[in-house]
């Protein structure tokens, strides 16, 4: 089975623009989350979805949203990016069991963001 | 809010050795979900290992094994028989059990384990 993948793989923007990254979870998760990595340090969270509804929120500015789609997909957009928003980009999909729990969160190989 | 920090940037260590990861953690809730991942140069963060805090067996995966020390809020992580493919960043992360679905996670800043051949 395919496991997560996000596309694109790396891109460059200039300050103020917008970006949308994308990301596919693995066949039957539902749950999606998203999160930064800037250069030597942990990721941090920014978003968690499931069943296309907000679950969680990181300290992100609100120049950070997300959606689910019907099919788990998730899209990250960020606008006016500031040259501090260059990172990695993290996405995990999930499986919840019926207690409303998932054992392990399964990792996409991220998106590569460079602001210039 | 919950922080984790580990305390060493870098750890090398001899190829078939044993070497330690520490790692400790902040929290005043008391069931919570500890794990450590691996992120090598391809940047796929992998599960390495995943300790229930309401358990007091330390969980072990092969090579890899905890001490967990609940009262100490420390969560180190050992690897026996080190191999070459263990070459990475590994990160501990936390996670609350509070919450229906409730699946942040939350990271140290990681170590940077070289295995020397």
């Known amino acids: 089975d395919a496991g997560v993948t996000q596309s694109p793989t790396h891109l460059i923007k200039t300050r103020g623009q917008q970006v949308t990254l994308r990301c596919s979870p693995i066949s039957g998760h539902k749950s999606v989350s998203w999160y930064q990595q800037v250069l030597g340090q942990g990721p941090q969270f920014i978003f968690q979805y499931y069943e296309k509804e907000e679950r969680g929120r990181g300290n992100f500015p609100d120049r950070f949203s997300a959606r689910q789609f019907p099919n788990y997909s998730s899209e990250l957009n960020v606008n006016a990016l500031l040259l501090g928003d260059s990172a990695l980009y993290l996405c995990a999909s999930s499986f919840w069991g019926t207690g409303g729990d998932s054992y392990e969160q399964y990792f996409g190989p991220g998106t590569r963001l460079t602001v210039t | 809010a919950q922080t984790v920090t580990q305390s060493q940037p870098e750890m090398s260590v001899q190829e078939a050795e044993t070497v330690t990861l520490s790692c400790t953690y902040d929290t005043s809730e008391s069931d919570y979900y500890l794990f450590w991942y691996k992120q090598p140069p391809s940047r796929q963060m992998i599960l390495v290992i995943r300790?229930?805090?309401?358990k007091q067996q330390n969980a072990t995966e092969n090579r890899f094994s905890v001490n967990f020390q609940k009262a100490a809020k420390s969560f180190s992580l050992k690897i026996s028989d080190s191999q070459l493919g263990d070459a990475a960043m590994y990160f501990c992360a936390y996670r609350s059990r509070w919450g229906f679905g409730n699946e942040k996670l939350t990271f140290g800043t990681g170590t940077r384990l070289t295995i020397i051949p």
């Open positions: 300790q229930e805090a309401y």
